[in-house]
């Protein structure tokens, strides 16, 4: 099992910077991708940003990139995204996402744990 508990939202202006933190505790050492999503009403959540466990690969939704950073901190089992030039369309629940994958013989099994969420207003 693995928590998360995310911060770090708020309401800025366009143009202005946000940083969110999610902190995972728990069985953190089986966590093979940490990513956060965004989720706007009447929407499918989204991908913002993740990155893996190990070599530490990083994605982003074309929409964010140049703008959005993500990054972790292992020794704090934290991960953060770091969001400048934000835009009103970036308005959202942003939620900490992580997936375990447990290796089978002949199967994967892949498991998603979920923050809170916080939400995210950027006026115009």
């Known amino acids: 099992q693995v928590q998360l508990d995310e911060s770090g939202g708020g309401l800025v202006q366009a143009g202005w910077s946000l940083r969110l933190s999610c902190a995972a505790s728990?069985?953190?050492?089986?966590?093979?991708?940490m990513g956060w999503y965004r989720q706007v009403p009447g929407n499918q959540r989204e991908l913002v940003a993740s990155i893996t466990s190990g070599s530490g690969i990083t994605n982003y939704a074309d929409s964010v990139k140049g703008r959005f950073t993500i990054s972790r901190d292992n020794a704090k089992n934290t991960v953060y995204l770091q969001m400048n030039s934000l835009k009103p369309e970036d308005s959202a629940v942003y939620y900490c996402?992580?997936?375990?994958?447990?290796?089978?013989?002949?199967?994967?099994?892949?498991?998603?744990?979920w923050g809170q969420g916080t939400q995210v207003t950027v006026s115009s």
């Open positions: 996402n992580a997936l375990i994958i447990r290796f089978y013989i002949d199967y994967n099994e892949e498991s998603n744990y």
């Open positions: 728990g069985d953190t050492f089986t966590i093979s991708r």
